[in-house]
């Protein structure tokens, strides 16, 4: 089996700094890609950041971009994301996600998915 499990979720203070890891459990992967999304209450899932798993090509969205950095370390399996200057509008459940295609903010094409990490931002 193939479990995906996010970690580093927390409460911080707007301006403050996390960092998100996502491990991959089971057998090893050799994903596409893999990716960050995340939803708030009554809000529909948002793509946060995706990196090409060869290659290390990344894409971040508009809202995050300047703000938080995707990376991977292939030989542990794992994806981090780097969030500083967090503002109360990044609060959301952060999900990662392995699979993808070239259309790397698109979530439909992701075959895995972790159970999620909550970031809640203070103002």
């Known amino acids: 089996q193939v479990q995906l499990v996010e970690s580093g979720g927390g409460l911080v203070q707007a301006g403050g700094s996390l960092r998100l890891s996502c491990t991959v459990s089971g057998r090893t992967l050799n994903p596409y890609a893999m990716a960050w999304f995340r939803q708030a209450p009554g809000k529909e899932r948002e793509f946060v950041a995706a990196?090409?798993?060869?290659?290390?090509?990344?894409s971040h969205a508009d809202s995050v971009k300047g703000r938080f950095t995707i990376s991977r370390d292939n030989a542990k399996n794992t994806m981090y994301l780097q969030m500083n200057s967090l503002k109360p509008e990044d609060t959301a459940v952060y999900y990662c996600?392995?699979?993808?295609?070239?259309?790397?903010?698109?979530?439909?094409?992701?075959?895995?998915w972790g159970p999620g990490t909550q970031v809640t931002v203070s103002s």
């Open positions: 990196i090409r798993w060869t290659g290390g090509r990344t």
């Open positions: 996600a392995a699979g993808g295609s070239f259309l790397l903010n698109n979530g439909n094409h992701y075959d895995y």
